[in-house]
């Protein structure tokens, strides 16, 4: 993944970041992430924060991360690897038992 985007501060101290690129083609638009934005931490931008991960139209992974403050982006990506690592688990333990996936 060679285009990581770097992890910026703006100037609402929210961090947002993306993996993948969308420079061609569809991509989120800007108000749809602003809305699920809002729906997060009571609309204070202190507690809020997402981590949307998608496919885009031409195949390439896209990771979206918006947090009101490194804590909370810490704790999305924590919570996130925690998900991902117990799917692996059971996956794991499913191929163990003789089940194909």
Do not use: H
């Amino acid at each position: 993944m060679d285009d990581i985007e770097d992890i910026e501060d703006n100037e609402e101290d929210d961090v947002e970041g993306s993996e993948g690129s969308e420079e061609e083609g569809y991509s989120i638009p800007d108000s749809l992430l602003d809305a699920i934005w809002e729906c997060t931490g009571s609309g204070n931008t202190n507690t809020g924060g997402y981590l949307l991960a998608y496919v885009g139209r031409d195949g390439t992974p896209v990771v979206r991360l918006r947090a009101g403050t490194r804590t909370l982006e810490m704790g999305l990506r924590k919570v996130t690897a925690s998900f991902l690592k117990s799917i692996d688990d059971i996956e794991y333990a499913n191929f163990e038992d003789g089940y194909s996936f």
